[in-house]
């Protein structure tokens, strides 16, 4: 699929220099991002640490954290 912008760069241009910030033609200053207000805090999703359960150890807090998502 073509870009609609032509003077856009393709993905494959913008991978081929490291980017600290998205360039200003990506930017939509007339889109507002999405937001979460309605005043509740985002989820604390567990980090489970697979090799622990592999290796048996922590086996039982890592389960625990896996059920519990």
Excluded: C, W
Aim: aromatic residues 2%; without cysteine.
């Amino acid at each position: 699929m073509a870009s609609l912008d032509p003077a856009a760069p393709s993905v494959i241009e913008l991978t081929k220099e490291p980017m600290t910030a998205v360039p200003q033609k990506y930017i939509r200053p007339d889109q507002e991002p999405p937001a979460f207000s309605d005043g509740n805090p985002l989820p604390n999703v567990p980090t489970i640490d697979m090799k622990k359960l592999v290796l048996g150890e922590a086996i039982d807090l890592e389960l625990e954290k896996l059920h519990s998502t």
